[in-house]
């Protein structure tokens, strides 16, 4: 997906992920990010 399409669908983005997906973000044809859901407890988490 590249950064544009990101950004104009991000809550369709966070749905793909919550579903498990791991969604690879690009910028000029070259990979930039790699988001997916987080494993074991985050800083956050209760």
Do not use: C, K, Y
């Not at 590249?2 to 966070?14: C, G, K, P, V």
């Amino acid at each position: 997906m590249t950064a544009t399409e990101a950004s104009r669908n991000f809550s369709d983005l966070l749905d793909a992920i919550e579903r498990g997906e791991t969604v690879t973000i690009t910028r000029g044809h070259h990979a930039v990010a790699e988001m997916r859901r987080p494993t074991g407890r985050t800083p956050w988490s209760p």
